[in-house]
């Protein structure tokens, strides 16, 4: 176990340009969150799957985000358009659904800046 | 939004027991206490829950009061390693609500 894989961990973008951020979970882990978080704040949710289907999206999720999860597995979250406030830290997190109170296995996230 | 207040900030001595205060007053019946440590260029770590008995782990021991609407974190034997932002949740049972963050409590062990 491996623990959970960000790629890249740094991105640096143009104003305007597309993104693509990798997560690959825990392999047993049928769960997967996106959570955003900027400098002195902690993170904030974006959106989760449970296995292949996207149960919730965040308010904060704007049209210019998209999250896929194609074959329950990994996870892809593109930004469109990028605008410097989307500059943050993005971090991916799985856990399992079944059993009770369980934890989440974070990565270490990738980091965006718009110029 | 979180339902969670913390201090924005503590110290502690090396070696010294650092115990973390988390007050959440309108905690349900069916809500976990939780609480992450996020050490700087990382993300968040899990260290314990617990719903209303006091538990204990390698990491930590968590003491929650009889009316459930306030916990502390303690950490035995705080070390260098141990600076990080703390972050003290509330969570259904269900699992099915992801976890709300709030700003946690910096906690600064020094030497």
């Known amino acids: 176990d491996t623990g959970v894989s960000q790629n890249p961990r740094h991105k640096i973008t143009k104003r305007g340009q597309n993104v693509t951020f990798r997560c690959d979970p825990i392999s047993e882990h049928n769960r997967l969150y996106w959570y955003r978080q900027t400098l002195g704040q902690g993170p904030e949710f974006l959106t989760y799957f449970q296995n292949e289907a996207q149960l919730e999206k965040s308010r904060l999720l704007s049209d210019r985000f998209s999250a896929e999860r194609p074959k329950g597995s990994f996870s892809t979250l593109e930004i469109q358009r990028t605008e410097q406030g989307d500059s943050a830290m993005y971090l991916c997190a799985s856990s399992l659904s079944t059993g009770k109170a369980y934890g989440y296995t974070f990565g270490s996230g990738t980091r965006l800046t718009v110029v | 939004d979180a339902k969670t207040t913390q201090p924005p900030s503590m110290d502690c001595a090396e070696g010294r027991a650092a115990n973390l205060p988390c007050n959440h007053s309108t905690i349900s019946g069916n809500e976990y206490v939780y609480w992450y440590r996020q050490i700087h260029s990382q993300g968040p770590q899990y260290i314990i829950h617990g719903l209303k008995n006091n538990e204990t782990n390698e990491m930590a021991s968590l003491i929650i009061t009889e009316d459930r609407k306030s916990s502390t974190l303690i950490l035995p034997h705080a070390t260098l390693r141990d600076t990080a932002v703390y972050y003290c949740?509330?969570?259904?049972?269900?699992?099915?609500?992801?976890?709300?963050f709030g700003k946690g409590t910096r906690l600064s062990v020094i030497a």
């Open positions: 949740i509330v969570r259904p049972a269900s699992g099915n609500t992801p976890l709300v």
